[in-house]
């Protein structure tokens, strides 16, 4: 008989209530303004890396759900399915046996510093400046100390004046 456990380990489970929870900081980190080698097929993340590469802003994160993979059925993301649940309470998150995040977050293009950008960070601890206000719509590298959790190599997008961009991402927990 095996030892392992059917479900998430409880360290998931907290990992992904204090992303969740609402009196916790979380923002979308845009960066890389540099084209890539191939701006088509960008390089894969060093799974070491601690640093988004040219971090040019930071966006809030408007919707924080919790994820669970399924066979089929769900939302599909990168031809995987999950069950996304809404995730009030931390019991809440071990009921719906979550281990990953979801989250959208919109880009105002009028609101980018750069051009163009090719990497999309997660940042959680979120520690605002003694200025900054932590309801603005846009911050900048020096308005925020923060820690990468999860870093994505992209195609290049380009700034586009009077453009809502929607971002969803599905992380594991």
């Known amino acids: 008989m095996s030892n392992r456990f059917a479900y998430p380990a409880e360290k998931t489970y907290t990992t992904l209530w204090n992303m969740v929870?609402?009196?916790?900081?979380?923002?979308?980190?845009?960066?890389?303004?540099?084209?890539?080698?191939?701006?088509?097929s960008p390089p894969d993340v060093d799974p070491l890396t601690t640093e988004q590469e040219q971090l040019a802003c930071y966006f809030p994160i408007l919707t924080r759900k919790v994820a669970k993979r399924v066979s089929s059925g769900g939302t599909e993301f990168g031809g995987q399915f999950f069950t996304i649940s809404e995730a009030a309470t931390l019991d809440s998150i071990r009921a719906a046996q979550a281990t990953h995040l979801y989250i959208e977050a919109v880009v105002d293009h009028n609101l980018m510093p750069n051009n163009s950008f090719r990497s999309l960070g997660l940042y959680r601890?979120?520690?605002?400046?003694?200025?900054?206000?932590?309801?603005?719509?846009?911050?900048?590298?020096?308005?925020?100390?923060?820690?990468?959790?999860?870093l994505e190599?992209?195609?290049?997008?380009?700034?586009?004046?009077?453009?809502?961009?929607?971002?969803?991402?599905?992380?594991k927990g």
Do not use: C, M
Request: negative net charge; charged residues 20%; proline residues 6%.
């Open 21 to 40: 929870n609402p009196d916790k900081g979380l923002l979308l980190g845009l960066g890389r303004t540099n084209s890539w080698a191939s701006e088509t």
């Open 125 to 150: 601890f979120i520690e605002y400046a003694e200025e900054t206000d932590p309801e603005a719509s846009v911050f900048l590298p020096g308005d925020v100390d923060a820690s990468l959790y999860f």
């Open 153 to 171: 190599h992209i195609e290049p997008v380009v700034k586009t004046t009077n453009l809502l961009q929607t971002f969803k991402i599905i992380v």
